[in-house]
């Protein structure tokens, strides 16, 4: 009996010594995991720029809106296309400078503060060659023909396209010279100011 007792404690002893050593040995490959995953992190952080940028085009609630709705006769559509396998809006259309219009769009609304520290705006274009322009709405555009505004030229391919918010105009002296980017409150894309056949297609419209 007394033998017995011996060989359970030192069996006692010996498992209670290998149960140490594993969670030792467990605690050492734990911490372990938790540098690399740490560090993982940190470089997938690293490439992506601490997070995404989104994409309105694929976010945005866009609608159509053309110079009609103040006596205007231009005529047009927008609506999303596939190219591969990414969502893109098309506009296109006639636009016509009679009866003092000259425009159509299709323009979001734009979460609150999402422009916030980035400098202007980056798109991904093709169209038919023509000119088109950004408008942009923020607190400082009151009336429906303010806004800030910069063209940029199409090619039949795809391209993309960096604006800087400094590079923006204002079309009334009513608005401040400086944009107050953190108040943006819509983006348009828009064909306007002359008779053309507009056709404009954007895979991707973000801030950058």
Not at 117 to 126: A, N, P, R
Request: aromatic content about 10%; some cysteine; hydrophobic content about 35%.
């Amino acid at each position: 009996m007394i033998f017995h007792n011996c060989l359970i404690d030192k069996y006692e002893s010996r498992s209670k010594s290998s149960h140490s050593s594993l969670a030792g040995v467990e605690g050492m490959v734990n911490k372990k995991i938790v540098k690399v995953l740490a560090a993982s992190t940190f470089v997938v952080a690293s490439m992506c720029g601490g997070a995404m940028a989104e994409n309105l085009v694929q976010t945005g609630e866009w609608s159509y809106l053309a110079d009609t709705v103040m006596g205007g006769v231009s005529e047009g559509s927008a609506k999303f296309e596939s190219s591969g396998s990414d969502k893109t809006i098309r506009l296109k259309g006639e636009v016509s400078t009679a009866n003092n219009g000259g425009f159509i769009q299709v323009r979001s609304p734009v979460p609150s503060g999402l422009a916030k520290g980035k400098t202007g705006i980056k798109l991904t274009v093709k169209g038919n060659g023509e000119q088109y322009y950004l408008h942009i709405r923020n607190s400082s555009t009151r009336l429906p023909w303010h806004y800030y505004q910069q063209d940029f030229a199409t090619t039949t391919t795809w391209r993309e396209i960096k604006l800087p918010f400094e590079t923006f105009m204002k079309t009334s002296s009513l608005m401040r010279s400086v944009m107050k980017k953190n108040t943006i409150k819509t983006i348009g894309i828009v064909a306007y100011g002359k008779d053309h056949t507009a056709d404009i297609s954007v895979k991707s419209l973000e801030f950058y």
